[in-house]
């Protein structure tokens, strides 16, 4: 069996190749090494057939291993994975490398990209890669007795396989005597008819095997040269009809694909029963209407193909379990499902957590407290966070912001899940239509607020300029919120501009104070336990300052003692909030001290 080194630093791109590709284990085996020393000791004692390496690695880069291929193991084929931009690698990775992909990659992608890259060294009695005519013309010459038999490029199973179950993919065989054509078959074509069909087929898999002539019926009569140009002839005239044809097929899977990572998978039916209706061989087509259906039927009758067409395929035994977890359930044939938007599984209606990948879908506030997070499938969910992250790099999809924070809820990820709400709630707070996410996110956030769990993640990465949303806030009344822990700054953050308000963020004490030159907010909130100055003494400064002495400042803190309340008010601080605190308590000391100031400032003026 042919082996594959995939070299790559991320144990997480191997977990996940490894499981997207084992539906491949029977044409290829896949060595893992995580570093340019360990392939190149991979290389030295093991026979690589195909090579799939990262750029950017530990103890030597990328270009250094396909350097060194291209000096000792010029015949290996190499397909490059990187994060980095793929204009600026083309001109340096130049005769290189077969193939270069994006990270995140696609499985199927990657998983085609292999399969061209191991037919670079044909198999035993495999005539490689060539147009029919070419092979026969060849044959011609020798005076060869054989059957050639003829498959398309994309199909890696044994053609005898493909003959008994009648694969789509098998396109015919030739029967040549002495070069000379004497019967072909293609489908329901027999004879000079099926001749001209395959002869005209280019980018096929031809393979020779014996043949006794003995007992064959001579079925084509005609010259081999006289089959060859009207094969030419009837090329010509299908050529076109082919070009248009097969791209508006492989586009209506593809948008069926896109509209169900997007969790739009009424939409999705569309254009996936549009494309299984003409490609009825098609697993994946099959695999994912079943996944896009709402009907527990059709369900199975969909991935019954799927499963008829590919029983071995990863992909299409694990949504069959899931299909199986539904019926356990006690789900009726006539009650249509939703789904879970972390691994497709089918639900019953009103389910607050899915059964498969062990996710909590948080669609109400009592569902996070039962959140398990040693139950989850983590597999599962980082795969759909990988989907989310490919979707929301294209648009602002605040469906698929909630699920993507929802996702690092269930993996215990308290910071990245609060990146996506933040970058969610300005946008579900200007349309009524999203008040039920807004009270969703509301009560995560204060779930969140009152975990004794936290932990620090540390700072939230920086988000492309395009993708954030621009709020006018020129009427917004502002707080400074100076806090050093990274997720109870963001806890606060939401919950202010939630209430409405306009939030400037201080990680310290010296931060603070330049905020402060920069900006003058109408509160502060800060926390007494601070790097650098602490709380109390940058209180004491706001204070003895003309221009900031009569800013309200509410202190922050995880201490509870008598002692502290006292210094607080001895410090002149409106108000005094223990960690932690509920975030509508927040909300309501906020809007209580900014309406008492506005009133005594309307009263003087």
């Known amino acids: 069996m042919k082996k594959v080194l995939l070299v790559d630093d991320d144990e997480v791109v191997h977990e996940l190749i490894n499981t997207t590709l084992s539906k491949y284990s029977g044409i290829f085996e896949l060595v893992h090494a995580y570093d340019v020393k360990g392939a190149v000791a991979v290389l030295e004692r093991e026979e690589i057939s195909l090579i ?9 880069d990328g270009f250094q291993l396909l350097a060194q291929i291209h000096d000792k193991h010029g015949d290996i084929p190499c397909i490059v994975m990187t994060s980095y931009e793929l204009p600026e690698l083309q001109e340096r990775l130049e005769g290189k490398a077969l193939q270069i992909f994006k990270k995140p990659v696609m499985a199927q992608e990657l998983a085609e990209a292999i399969l061209r890259g191991l037919k670079t060294q044909p198999k035993k009695g495999g005539l490689g890669e060539f147009s029919v005519v070419g092979i026969v013309q060849l044959m011609e010459t020798e005076g060869t007795t054989c059957r050639l038999d003829v498959h398309k490029s994309s199909d890696h199973r044994d053609i005898n396989q493909c003959i008994e179950r009648n694969c789509k993919e098998y396109r015919g065989c030739l029967y040549l005597v002495q070069g000379t054509i004497h019967d072909a078959v293609c489908g329901k074509l027999v004879g000079e008819e099926a001749a001209l069909k395959l002869l005209s087929m280019e980018g096929v898999q031809v393979s020779s095997s014996l043949l006794d002539s003995k007992n064959l019926v001579r079925r084509v009569h005609k010259s081999n040269q006289n089959l060859l140009i009207n094969a030419m002839i009837q090329k010509d005239h299908q050529c076109g009809e082919e070009e248009d044809q097969e791209p508006q097929q492989q586009k209506l899977l593809d948008e069926g694909i896109r509209l169900c990572e997007r969790l739009e998978f009424a939409q999705a039916q569309k254009s996936l029963m549009a494309f299984v209706k003409d490609n009825r061989q098609n697993a994946q087509g099959w695999l994912w209407l ?29 949504d069959v379990e899931k299909a199986r977890l539904l019926g356990s359930a006690g789900a009726t044939a006539d009650l249509k499902v939703s789904r879970c938007p972390f691994c497709y599984a089918p639900l019953e209606p009103q389910a607050t957590g899915c059964a498969f990948c062990k996710a909590s879908l948080l669609t109400e506030s009592s569902s996070l407290a039962k959140l398990d997070i040693c139950a989850v499938e983590q597999r599962l969910i980082r795969q759909a966070v990988m989907r989310f992250e490919r979707v929301l790099a294209a ?14 809820l269930n993996l215990n990820d308290f910071d990245k899940a609060l ?18 996410v807004a009270n969703q996110v509301s ?18 990465p920086e988000v492309k300029k395009e993708k954030q949303i621009i709020d006018n806030q020129a009427n917004k009344r502002t707080i400074l919120v100076v806090e050093d822990s990274p997720t109870t700054r963001k806890v606060v953050k939401m919950t202010l501009q939630s209430g409405g308000f306009r939030v400037i963020e201080a990680v310290d004490g010296v931060e603070a104070l330049s905020k402060l030159n920069d900006d003058r907010p109408d509160m502060v909130l800060l926390d007494i336990m601070l790097p650098k100055i602490d709380g109390y003494k940058i209180l004491s400064i706001l204070k003895k300052n003309g221009e900031t002495k009569d800013i309200p400042v509410v202190m922050l803190t995880s201490k509870n003692g008598i002692i502290d309340k006292v210094k607080g008010h001895l410090s002149a601080a409106s108000a005094y909030l223990t960690k932690p605190f509920k975030p509508a308590e927040l909300i309501s000391v906020v809007s209580s001290i900014l309406d008492k100031n506005a009133s005594s400032e309307s009263a003087q003026g």
């Open 395 to 408: 648009e602002v999809n605040p469906k698929i912001l909630f699920y993507a924070g929802a996702a690092y």
């Open 290 to 318: 079943s996944r896009a259906v709402t009907e527990p039927k059709k369900i199975k009758a969909a991935l019954a193909e799927a499963y008829r067409l590919e029983p071995e395929d990863a992909d299409v035994l694990e």
């Open 52 to 60: 799939i390496t990262d750029l950017v690695m530990p103890g030597g």
């Open 443 to 460: 009560q995560i956030v204060e779930h969140i607020a009152a975990s004794q769990k936290m932990e620090e993640r540390g700072q939230r």
């Open 419 to 436: 990146t996506y709400f933040d970058l969610l709630m300005p946008i579900i707070q200007v349309d009524s239509r999203h008040q039920k």
